[in-house]
C-alpha cells in the first residue's frame, strides 16, 4: 500500500520550491526547577563503611582535586557537593578527588591497578569504550575490577529511578555486574538516544507539514515505510536536495538495527553455566535494516556527508543522537526549523526503539581495603540528585528540553523517549566487532552485486566471534 506522501508527481510539480519558513512560534512555558538539589543518599541496610576511612576518586577530566566540579552542570555539581559533605559526616569519612593522569589516564590507571596499587577506590571511566578494557585487562577478566553485584548487601543498583539498568545490562560478564550507570536528571537522561531530525522547512517548502508528521509519530505509525516514502517524496537530485542524510560517524546503520528490534550480539550460554556475548549479525532483521539502507542509497535518496550537511536546507531527515541538536542548531539558532520524531519503526518492530550506545560507567578497583564500602560509597554518591520521573525531574527536564524542542510535537517525541531506550553494547567493542557493521563497504558491497548482506554478515561470522571470545577473555 503507498503511503500518504506517494502523490501524484504533477502536484509536486506545482509547488513553489522556496523554503518556507516556520519561525515564530510561540513556545510553551514551563517552570524551572527550585530549591536546592536533594541530598538525600537513599541509604537502606547494613553498611560496610567504617569511620576514618578515606575513598579516593578518579575522573579522567579532574586534573585539580580542589574543584572536581567544573565540568558538571550547576545542578549535579550542588548536588555532588551537597552529598559528599552528608556522606562524610554521616560516616566520619573523607571522599578525596585523586588528579587524572594528563596523557593515557585510563593505560596509566589500569597499569597502576595491576601492580596491587590503584591510583583511587572509584572510577569514572570516561565512556563505555574502556568497559571491557577494564574488565579483561592484560587478557585477565577481573584481575583489576571488583563486580559490584558481588556487594548486593550494601548497595542496590536496580532502582531504574536512578540506575540505567537498561545500560548495566551492557556491563555485565560473567553473569555479574561490573559496572554502575547513573541516570542524568533533565535532558540529559535522553541526550544520547537515536531520534530522527527533520528539516521543517524543507519539508514544507516540498509539501509536506511537519505537524502531518508529528500525527503519524504520535500515533505509531512512523515506520521504514513511511521515513522512506518521505524521503522519496522531497529528493529532488536537479536542486540537489535528499530525503535523509547519512552521517560520517556511520550510527545510522545501529540506529535502524535497533530499530527493527534487534541487536547484532546475543547472549549464549557458556560450558560454565555463564553467559557470554555472542555474534547475532546474520540475524534476518539485520540482513532487512542493510537491505533497506542499500535501497535508499541505489534510489539516491539518501547521501553521506557530515553533521554539518544538515544545516545547508540540502536535507529533510537524518537519524542519530538527539544531543546533535546543539550542532544543527547551535546556540539555539535555527531551532524554529528543527523536528524530532522517533527512530523509524522497522517491519520487525512491535513498538518504536531508540538506541543508546554511549554512556560513561563507574566501578571499583579490586585491590583496595574495603571493596564492600567502596561500592556502597559509589552507590549513595553517584546516584542522581532527583529520581527519574519526579516532579523536580521533570520540572528540569521540561525546562531544559525547550532548548532542544521548538513546538509540541517535538516534545512529544522527547517526552517518550526514554521509554524506548534499547541499550547496545557492540560499541563497547574493539574495531574489530563494529568494523563488521559500521563501514560503507558493506553497502557498496551490495549496490555494486559484489556481496549481499547475508552473505557479508555470514562471512565475517567466525572473525567476529574470535574476537568476542577474546575480548570476554574466555578459552
Known sequence: MKSRFCAAAAVLAILILSFAGCGGEERRETPAPTGAASASTGAEGPSAVKAGEQYRYLVWNVYDPEHPYEALSDLMAEARRQRREQLQEEYGITIEYVKAPESNWDTTAMEAAYTGAPLADIVDLGGNYNVLRFYNYNGQPGAIMAPLSDYGEYADFNDSAYWDTQLQETCVFQDKLWYCVPR??????????????????????????????????????????????????????????????????????????????????????????????????????????????????????????????????RYAMTVTYMCRSTVYAPE??????????????????????????????????????????????????????????????????????????????????????????????????????????????????ILDGSTTAQRHFDSVAEAVNQALKREQGLK
Open 184 to 313: 542524568t536528571n533533565g535532558v540529559g537522561n535522553v541526550s544520547f538516544n537515536m531520534v530522527t531530525f527533520i528539516n521543517k522547512d524543507v519539508m514544507s517548502a516540498r509539501g509536506i507539514e511537519p505537524q502531518e508528521l508529528y500525527d503519524i509519530n504520535q500515533n505509531g505509525e512512523w515506520t521504514w515505510d513511511e521515513f522512506r516514502d518521505v524521503a522519496a517524496y522531497v529528493t529532488d537530485p536537479d536542486l540537489g536536495i535528499y530525503g535523509a542524510l547519512y552521517t560520517t560517524d556511520v550510527v545510522m546503520p545501529y540506529a535502524f538495527m535497533a530499530a527493527n528490534g534487534t541487536d547484532p550480539l546475543s547472549k549464549e550460554e557458556q560450558p560454565d553455566g555463564t553467559t557470554a556475548d555472542v555474534y547475532a549479525g546474520n540475524d534476518v532483521r539485520v540482513v532487512e535494516t542493510y537491505n533497506f539502507l542499500a535501497g535508499m542509497f541505489k534510489d539516491k535518496l539518501i547521501n553521506v556527508g557530515g553533521d554539518s550537511e544538515f544545516n545547508t536546507g
Open 332 to 445: 539555539n539558532e535555527g531551532l524554529s526549523r528543527l523536528g524530532i520524531l522517533m527512530p523509524p519503526k522497522g517491519p520487525a518492530a512491535e513498538d518504536y526503539s531508540s538506541m543508546v550506545n554511549w554512556y560513561v560507567p563507574s566501578g571499583v578497583f579490586k585491590d583496595i581495603a574495603n571493596k564492600a564500602g567502596a561500592v556502597q560509597i559509589m552507590c549513595e554518591y553517584l546516584r542522581p540528585a532527583y529520581a527519574i520521573g519526579s516532579e523536580e525531574d521533570r520540572a528540569l527536564f521540561e525546562a531544559e528540553a525547550m532548548t532542544y524542542a521548538s513546538d509540541e510535537g517535538s516534545m512529544w517525541t522527547l517526552n517518550n523517549l526514554a521509554d524506548k531506550t534499547m541499550g547496545y553494547k557492540i560499541w563497547n567493542y574493539s574495531d574489530t566487532v563494529t568494523g563488521a557493521f559500521s563501514n560503507m563497504e558493506v553497502i557498496e558491497g
